[in-house]
């Protein structure tokens, strides 16, 4: 692989479908947006207003996660939103109704599901004090218990882990909203017979990030979220297989192409919850030459988490942890982080050309921005974990980065999501004067008063109105590599949001609200 190109694993989420999209002639219902030049003042904002800029950004983005929510909402702040899901787990007498959908459908699919749980984790535990600053940190403990208390339901015995709730091939002939599902909802799990170590080991960072959160605050909870993580992470390296080998229907939607950077990424969660050496020894002995070893850097995603599970463990290695103290494998790990910042530095020697004309970081049209954000999310923490240990200096072959430089990379970023590009529009929904009116997302579009059934509620798909629901907070798909948009309901490749990517984007906006210091431990918190 050339120098300075990022690798991505073959991974996308294949949706139910996208209508033919005409890209000259528009979409009925929909909107057409079409890349236009724009001269922008890069040095107009002072800190205050950027900083403000993000924290009302943040309060939009952390109220997605109630849009998502499935079981009995307490307290609802969603005025469209009900109850739903409630008899979800009763096929095998447990109580799955809470949870979230994971984007515009009615399923609740576990693998994404955990892996919003460990992001949103550890937004918190790194940028809590800016959540709680502007009154966001009980909001993200909230929903993330919200998901944790279905992971634990779903984890009835060591191994066995629920994996899905609903059907979605017969969920996709339907177009209604979750509060009157019409649909069955049948279980997935994985057992010893039928293994899934990516989904049970992302359940096992799930539980062992969450457990951090809530150690202080109630040390119970956290001592039952600690518990079933490490069953889980058991369960996960003892019983080897990819869950969309064991259930390969599944692989249309969230196809995992491998499960070593899960069994790492849990691993480093599992120190930092124990602080147990043998999960070390894990990620940086036998298991490193197995899973950690790729060609150049990799893209932070719900399918591939080495180069999230890199910047965990560089952590370690910034703030010198006595247990990773002459580890060199903990140094591998951190020269691994080294080379994706300098990919991610636009004028590094090895940046990466993934990039549209504007700047954005660009890997795949289908729900493009998850790349972007995800990218920008690592970059910050990076920044703060260098600024606050004192290591000021990145070298990138011959030139030297400085943390300031890869927060200006991860704000840019955060900045073209927000409205910053060529089309001028936020692709927050609620934030700024023009965002996304077609979000692919069934609850949204259907009027509350609206009576449906399966295939009626299609009209509601196809209409030439903007939605009455606005699904405040959804990050939607993003730009094509033209920087083109279409806002409508039949292009879910660029209309439909996801959860995961909401926790992404709730961890940098919570890093950019502020630049306190993080934690020298996240046992700390």
């Given at each position: 692989?050339?120098?300075?190109?990022?690798?991505?694993?073959?991974?996308?989420?294949?949706?139910?479908?996208?209508?033919a999209i005409v890209i000259l002639g528009g979409i009925a219902g929909g909107t057409f947006y079409?890349?236009?030049?724009?001269?922008?003042?890069?040095?107009?904002?002072?800190?205050?207003?950027?900083?403000?800029?993000?924290?009302?950004?943040?309060?939009?983005?952390?109220?997605?996660?109630?849009?998502?929510?499935?079981?009995?909402?307490?307290?609802?702040?969603?005025?469209?939103?009900?109850?739903?899901?409630?008899?979800?787990?009763?096929?095998?007498?447990?109580?799955?109704?809470?949870?979230?959908?994971?984007?515009?459908?009615?399923?609740?699919?576990?693998?994404?599901?955990?892996?919003?749980?460990?992001?949103?984790?550890?937004?918190?535990?790194?940028?809590?004090?800016?959540?709680?600053?502007?009154?966001?940190?009980?909001?993200?403990?909230?929903?993330?218990?919200?998901?944790?208390?279905?992971?634990?339901?779903?984890?009835?015995?060591?191994?066995?882990?629920?994996?899905?709730?609903?059907?979605?091939?017969?969920?996709?002939?339907?177009?209604?909203?979750?509060?009157?599902?019409?649909?069955?909802?049948?279980?997935?799990?994985?057992?010893?017979?039928?293994?899934?170590?990516?989904?049970?080991?992302?359940?096992?960072?799930?539980?062992?990030?969450?457990?951090?959160?809530?150690?202080?605050?109630?040390?119970?909870?956290?001592?039952?979220?600690?518990?079933?993580?490490?069953?889980?992470?058991?369960?996960?390296?003892?019983?080897?297989?990819?869950?969309?080998?064991?259930?390969?229907?599944?692989?249309?939607?969230?196809?995992?192409?491998?499960?070593?950077?899960?069994?790492?990424?849990?691993?480093?969660?599992?120190?930092?919850?124990?602080?147990?050496?043998?999960?070390?020894?894990?990620?940086?002995?036998?298991?490193?030459?197995?899973?950690?070893?790729?060609?150049?850097?990799?893209?932070?995603?719900?399918?591939?988490?080495?180069?999230?599970?890199?910047?965990?463990?560089?952590?370690?290695?910034?703030?010198?942890?006595?247990?990773?103290?002459?580890?060199?494998?903990?140094?591998?790990?951190?020269?691994?982080?080294?080379?994706?910042?300098?990919?991610?530095?636009?004028?590094?020697?090895?940046?990466?050309?993934?990039?549209?004309?504007?700047?954005?970081?660009?890997?795949?049209?289908?729900?493009?921005?998850?790349?972007?954000?995800?990218?920008?999310?690592?970059?910050?923490?990076?920044?703060?974990?260098?600024?606050?240990?004192?290591?000021?200096?990145?070298?990138?072959?011959?030139?030297?980065?400085?943390?300031?430089?890869?927060?200006?990379?991860?704000?840019?970023?955060?900045?073209?999501?927000?409205?910053?590009?060529?089309?001028?529009?936020?692709?927050?929904?609620?934030?700024?004067?023009?965002?996304?009116?077609?979000?692919?997302?069934?609850?949204?579009?259907?009027?509350?008063?609206?009576?449906?059934?399966?295939?009626?509620?299609?009209?509601?798909?196809?209409?030439?109105?903007?939605?009455?629901?606005?699904?405040?907070?959804?990050?939607?798909?993003?730009?094509?590599?033209?920087?083109?948009?279409?806002?409508s309901r039949n292009n879910s490749m660029q209309t439909e949001p996801t959860t995961y990517n909401?926790?992404?984007?709730?961890?940098?906006?919570?890093?950019?609200?502020?630049?306190?210091?993080?934690?020298?431990?996240?046992?700390?918190?």
């Amino acid at each position: 692989m050339a120098k300075g190109v990022v690798k991505q694993r073959k991974s996308r989420r294949c949706l139910w479908c996208i209508v033919a999209i005409v890209i000259l002639g528009g979409i009925a219902g929909g909107t057409f947006y079409v890349v236009k030049k724009k001269i922008l003042d890069k040095n107009s904002s002072s800190t205050s207003s950027l900083e403000d800029k993000y924290s009302d950004a943040l309060k939009i983005a952390m109220q997605f996660f109630d849009v998502q929510k499935s079981g009995k909402l307490v307290d609802d702040k969603i005025p469209w939103r009900g109850n739903s899901g409630l008899k979800d787990g009763s096929e095998a007498k447990l109580d799955l109704s809470m949870g979230m959908y994971d984007a515009g459908d009615n399923i609740k699919f576990g693998f994404p599901m955990a892996f919003t749980a460990t992001v949103l984790s550890w937004a918190i535990l790194e940028y809590g004090e800016h959540m709680e600053h502007i009154n966001q940190r009980e909001p993200a403990e909230n929903s993330l218990a919200w998901i944790t208390d279905f992971l634990l339901n779903a984890h009835p015995s060591q191994n066995v882990l629920y994996i899905q709730v609903g059907d979605p091939k017969e969920d996709h002939k339907c177009w209604e909203k979750p509060e009157k599902m019409t649909t069955k909802r049948p279980l997935k799990l994985v057992n010893s017979s039928k293994p899934g170590s990516d989904v049970a080991a992302e359940t096992a960072a799930a539980l062992a990030s969450a457990s951090l959160v809530f150690k202080k605050t109630d040390s119970t909870y956290s001592s039952t979220l600690l518990k079933h993580a490490k069953q889980l992470f058991t369960f996960a390296d003892k019983y080897k297989g990819s869950y969309t080998k064991s259930h390969p229907e599944v692989a249309t939607y969230y196809n995992s192409t491998g499960y070593g950077d899960e069994l790492l990424w849990a691993a480093s969660w599992l120190y930092h919850a124990t602080g147990d050496t043998k999960y070390l020894r894990y990620v940086t002995e036998e298991n490193a030459d197995k899973y950690a070893k790729e060609d150049g850097p990799t893209w932070f995603s719900w399918d591939n988490k080495l180069a999230g599970a890199q910047v965990l463990l560089s952590r370690l290695s910034f703030f010198g942890d006595k247990g990773a103290k002459g580890n060199s494998g903990i140094d591998d790990y951190k020269k691994s982080a080294d080379e994706l910042m300098c990919a991610l530095l636009p004028d590094s020697p090895s940046a990466t050309a993934s990039r549209t004309k504007s700047g954005l970081i660009w890997i795949t049209k289908w729900d493009s921005l998850q790349h972007p954000v995800g990218s920008a999310f690592l970059a910050v923490l990076y920044s703060d974990y260098m600024r606050a240990s004192d290591n000021e200096i990145l070298s990138c072959g011959d030139d030297s980065f400085e943390p300031s430089d890869l927060r200006k990379f991860a704000q840019s970023q955060a900045d073209y999501v927000l409205g910053d590009n060529p089309m001028d529009i936020s692709y927050l929904v609620g934030y700024g004067g023009k965002y996304p009116e077609f979000v692919h997302h069934r609850g949204a579009s259907i009027p509350v008063d609206a009576t449906t059934g399966c295939s009626e509620g299609f009209k509601w798909l196809s209409s030439k109105k903007p939605n009455p629901n606005v699904a405040i907070g959804a990050l939607v798909g993003g730009p094509f590599k033209n920087e083109s948009f279409i806002d409508s309901r039949n292009n879910s490749m660029q209309t439909e949001p996801t959860t995961y990517n909401s926790a992404v984007l709730v961890g940098l906006l919570s890093s950019l609200v502020n630049t306190s210091s993080p934690v020298k431990s996240l046992n700390e918190n």
